[in-house]
Structure formats: C-alpha cells, structure tokens
C-alpha cells in the first residue's frame, strides 16, 4: 500500500471521533461500520432518529375558503402568467395571493385576492411586482432580472376574473402599491 495515499474514508471518520468529537456525535460512534468490502463510493446505512419538536404557533388565522374562492373565480389561472397548471392529482397549482396581507390586516375576501403562481406570488408578496389601476403590470425597477418579463403575460397586462364583482378592490390595490411595491 502506497504510505502517501490517503486512507478510506471510514478511517478518517474514526481519526475524527478519537480527536475528542465522540461526545459531540455520542450515539452515531456506536453506529454500524461500513462493510469493508464495499466499493470506496458505497454509501454507509446508518440510521438516523430524528428528534420530535412540539411547537406552540402564534399566527393569524387564515380561511381555507379564501383560497379555493380566490381560485375559483380566477378559474385556477395565475392572473399575471396565463398559466393554468394541473398537477397529476387534478389540483391546480396556482396560489391564492392576499393583495393587502394578511399580516397587515388584509381580509380573506375575494376582492383582496389574487390567483398567481408560485413564483409570481413570491415577488408579489415582497413587493417586487403589483397591479395598477388599469390592469398593467408593475415591475419594481433594477430589483429583478430582465428575464422575469418572460414570465409574464405579453401585454403585461392582468387577467382578472370574469365577473365584475370579483375584481381585486381599487383599494387594496392601491394599499399593495403604496405600502408594498417596491417600485
């Protein structure tokens, strides 16, 4: 064996434990060793308990009702892509976005939705995109790359439902801009 060769890998992991880690890692030195025999890229299984962590959340509540509303009315299509995203499962994969945000006391009303996709819904939320208006597109200036236009609908240009009486409200519209957009 060539002596400047570097050892296998189980051996420099029992040159670790015996530097003083051992009651770092505790229970994994008792772990099974890879089988000697193995090739140097074979894979140790070893098992791994993960710890259970109870938590107590403190959030406002959010109506699940809101969701497949917003979507129904937008007939799950994103309104700034014209996607329209079907998984293998049926379910749509376009979001129910608030307008003015739920952490900023925005209702669960459909006129303070909005159906975007995953993506689209990201920026919307951190202000990176908004609606005026008059339905156009608003980019947040020198914050996105220009290849974000691609995402979005040619004439830059919102799909709001059908009816009437589902449109996003000129106020959270305008809330979103002022208080949101980083444009």
């Avoid at 959010?62 to 700034?80: G, W």
Wanted: with cysteine; net charge positive; glycine share 6%.
């Amino acid at each position: 064996m060539d002596p400047d060769a570097a050892p296998p890998a189980h051996k420099h992991r029992d040159l670790i434990l015996q530097a003083g880690f051992v009651f770092t890692l505790g229970e994994f030195s008792e772990q099974p060793q890879a089988d000697p025999i193995a090739s140097d890229f074979a894979e140790e299984s070893v098992a791994f308990r993960r710890p259970v962590v109870e938590q107590i959340v403190r959030r406002p509540f959010r109506e699940a009702a809101f969701s497949m509303r917003v979507k129904d009315a937008y007939e799950n299509t994103c309104a700034m892509t014209g996607l329209k995203i079907i998984n293998g499962g049926g379910r749509a994969e376009v979001q129910a976005a608030h307008i003015r945000p739920v952490a900023h006391h925005g209702p669960d009303s459909i006129r303070n939705g909005i159906a975007l996709s995953g993506t689209v819904h990201w920026m919307f939320d951190r202000g990176l995109i908004s609606v005026d208006d008059d339905w156009r597109i608003l980019i947040a200036k020198d914050r996105l790359p220009d290849t974000v236009t691609r995402l979005l609908r040619h004439d830059r240009r919102v799909l709001p439902p059908k009816q009437a009486g589902l449109h996003p409200h000129i106020n959270f519209l305008r809330y979103h801009r002022e208080r949101i957009f980083k444009g």
